[in-house]
């Protein structure tokens, strides 16, 4: 992808639709993978990977740009990154739960529910109770809340891991005499 004369935004909207498919494949590695013991791992190695991910978007357009981008460009870089993959996300995952799978959220409130009952905590009998009021009082989310959650949970992450990554590249990598 070639990068010269693209603003933050649009270089973001670009990393974004990777972004967005990272953010996919770890929405649906968590639905479907928590079962099985190998698998279970999935979605641990795709939250490692978004920073990293981000850090290598980030760095790729700071390089394309003879390192002369500034901080604040890189941020609003990678803030406009995890937006757009964080649109990609709600868009295909309230298709998703609302055509597909209505009691997705039901369910993974009451699997998790149900793991909580069988740790031996008080913490953790705590939340089972609270998950449980949830299901008792119906007070299960709306897919629309649900993924509206989820653009704010990406744009929240967003501005953390952006802030961080890009002091850290326009910290470290310096142009090349």
Do not use: H
């Not at 069988?118 to 897919?143: G, W």
């Amino acid at each position: 992808m070639k990068l010269e004369n693209k603003s933050a935004l649009t270089s973001g909207a670009e990393f974004g639709v990777a972004m967005g498919i990272l953010f996919l494949m770890l929405f649906f590695s968590t639905m479907y993978f928590m079962d099985n013991a190998l698998l279970s791992m999935l979605p641990t190695i795709l939250i490692i990977a978004i920073p990293v991910l981000l850090y290598v978007f980030l760095r790729k357009a700071y390089l394309a740009d003879n390192c002369e981008t500034t901080y604040p460009t890189l941020v609003v870089t990678g803030i406009s990154t995890f937006l757009c993959g964080g649109i990609i996300l709600a868009t295909v995952a309230l298709f998703y739960i609302t055509f597909f799978d209505p009691d997705l959220i039901l369910n993974w409130i009451t699997t998790t529910a149900e793991t909580y009952r069988n740790i031996d905590n008080p913490t953790a009998q705590n939340l089972y109770a609270q998950l449980n009021e949830i299901v008792e009082k119906q007070l299960i989310p709306q897919p629309g809340e649900f993924v509206f959650q989820l653009i704010w949970l990406a744009i929240t992450f967003g501005i953390i891991l952006s802030t961080v990554a890009s002091l850290l590249i326009s910290l470290f990598i310096r142009k090349k005499k």
